[in-house]
């Protein structure tokens, strides 16, 4: 696909918001997909003022490998909504940002527990080394999942 007409891309970006799920898919799977350079388009949705379009804009930027982004994604990760910045500390792991490695550690701390699994898997994705009392606080977790990538970690 190649689009790079702006009011296409514009209705294209609003389905990120749609309250179905496959719409959004849909939305999604064609913004990773276009073959045009939308790096730009994509990254000004990132101040965008719904929550959907700003994680799943991240998320899309990750698949593309729109390393160019990092900074404006790292701004997500102080977002109000925790399912924003859940996808901006997963799409900073995905596009391996290692100048992002102090959020992750600090993000284990979040309120929000998928926020927590964004950050400790990006910490096992890029090898990233934690102290052992962060590991004691993230075990702490009563979670299947955490406990599983607890695991994993190599300290």
């Known amino acids: 696909m190649k689009i790079d007409d702006p009011k296409i891309l514009e209705k294209i970006i609003v389905k990120l918001d749609d309250n179905d799920i496959q719409v959004r898919g849909e939305a999604f799977s064609s913004l990773v997909l276009n073959e045009n350079e939308i790096s730009n388009?994509?990254?000004?949705?990132?101040?965008?003022?719904?929550?959907?379009?700003?994680?799943?804009?991240?998320?899309?930027?990750?698949?593309?490998?729109?390393?160019?982004?990092?900074?404006?994604?790292?701004?997500?990760?102080?977002?109000?909504?925790?399912?924003?910045?859940?996808?901006?500390?997963?799409?900073?792991?995905?596009?391996?940002?290692?100048?992002?490695k102090e959020i992750f550690i600090q993000s284990l701390l979040d309120s929000n527990l998928e926020v927590k699994k964004s950050a400790l898997k990006a910490i096992i994705d890029l090898d990233i080394k934690i102290s052992d009392e962060a590991v004691i606080e993230i075990s702490k977790e009563k979670d299947h999942e955490i406990k599983k990538l607890v695991s994993k970690l190599k300290r």
């Open 41 to 100: 388009f994509l990254i000004k949705n990132l101040n965008s003022a719904s929550k959907n379009i700003r994680g799943f804009t991240s998320l899309i930027l990750a698949n593309r490998n729109e390393k160019s982004a990092i900074a404006e994604i790292i701004k997500l990760v102080k977002d109000e909504r925790s399912s924003v910045r859940s996808c901006a500390i997963g799409s900073l792991g995905f596009l391996k940002a290692f100048e992002a």
